[in-house]
């Protein structure tokens, strides 16, 4: 059916002068592209992550307030909660 809407397939045809444009086209892009990437590099350099303030904490997953340590259950406050509940639901 769809030969019959678009008997022909479309054929694109360029010439060797327009192929020279876009060749020309495509290395000043290039270039410009190595400049924005050595400039963006450059200027990376300069920033510098300070972790002053939050120190990692090994044994953040075993804080009594930890949503990790909630979900393991493995904090007798966690374990006790998930009981109450799930008692408290059943009986619904």
Do not use: C
């Not at 200027?43 to 393991?72: G, T, V, Y």
Request: glycine share 4%; hydrophobic share 40%.
């Amino acid at each position: 059916m769809l030969r019959a809407i678009l008997p022909y397939p479309y054929q694109i045809e360029v010439t060797k002068l327009r192929q020279t444009e876009f060749h020309k086209i495509r290395q000043q892009l290039d270039v410009l592209h190595l400049a924005w990437v050595t400039e963006w590099k450059r200027r990376q350099d300069d920033f510098q992550i300070e972790n002053i303030r939050f120190p990692h904490d090994p044994n953040w997953n075993k804080r009594i307030f930890s949503l990790q340590a909630a979900h393991d259950g493995e904090i007798w406050f966690w374990r006790a909660t998930r009981v109450f509940l799930t008692g408290g639901l059943a009986s619904i």
